[in-house]
């Protein structure tokens, strides 16, 4: 079975303060897909960013970046230079065709 | 153009009532998926549709959850003899799948369903 674990599930940052988001995952297979999707307090689902299995080339996208290590299982995301609108949770997600959640990291980012 | 849409956005019922809820994805996406999420949880996987074919139900969707989508476009999702623990965010996603390879889901608002 896929698991997703984000083992930290609340973190408050000032703003313009970096911030690290953890993401460990569980599979045996072989392609899959990674996903970064965020939930403000509205409650819709923003896509972030992706990755696939067979590429752990770390990218920038603006102020965000992704360290992914498939020999640790580890899809880590960072927010840099972290504003008040960045605040929200933010869910590590496996995809096999359906998605599977982590139970999401609250971050709150204070003026 | 626009995303995908849910309605209701609420719905409040009592325990022992119907409710459904309906989805319209993007158009032309071939895939229509329903997740539900309860507070403090990431959404989870209930079921999904190539077209008007429902492929895959999880283990979540009792018998009295049913989801169709008649004419491959839009679906519902019905609740029957709600119970306090179907109070949940319903969310509906869609994605255009060609071929085993990348396919993002966009997510609509979501319906969320409290049970009295």
């Known amino acids: 079975a896929q698991k997703v674990t984000q083992a930290q599930t609340e973190i408050s940052v000032v703003e313009k303060e970096d911030v690290t988001l953890d993401c460990v995952y569980e599979?045996?297979?072989?392609?899959?897909?990674l996903f970064w999707y965020k939930q403000p307090p509205s409650g819709e689902l923003v896509f972030l960013i992706r990755r696939n299995s067979f590429d752990e080339q770390n990218e920038i996208s603006g102020r965000y970046s992704w360290n992914f290590q498939k020999s640790t299982s580890s899809f880590n995301f960072t927010i840099t230079a972290s504003q008040v609108v960045d605040s929200a949770v933010y869910f590590c997600?496996?995809?096999?065709?359906?998605?599977?959640f982590g139970r999401g990291t609250q971050l709150t980012v204070w003026p | 153009d626009t995303g995908v849409s849910q309605n209701p956005r609420h719905k409040i019922t009592k325990r022992g009532q119907n409710v459904t809820f309906r989805c319209d994805p993007i158009s032309e996406h071939n895939r229509l998926y329903w997740y539900r999420q309860t507070l403090g949880q990431g959404p989870e996987f209930l079921t999904y549709?190539?077209?008007?074919?429902?492929?895959?139900k999880s283990r979540l969707l009792s018998d009295r959850f049913s989801a169709e989508r008649p004419k491959g476009s839009f679906s519902t999702l019905e609740i029957q003899r709600t119970e306090q623990g179907d109070s949940a965010m319903y969310l509906c996603a869609s994605s255009l799948v060609v071929s085993r390879s990348y396919n993002e889901q966009f997510f609509g608002p979501g319906t969320r369903l409290t049970v009295l």
């Open positions: 997600v496996f995809d096999l065709g359906r998605l599977y």
């Open positions: 549709f190539q077209n008007e074919a429902q492929l895959e």
């Open positions: 599979t045996r297979d072989t392609t899959y897909y």
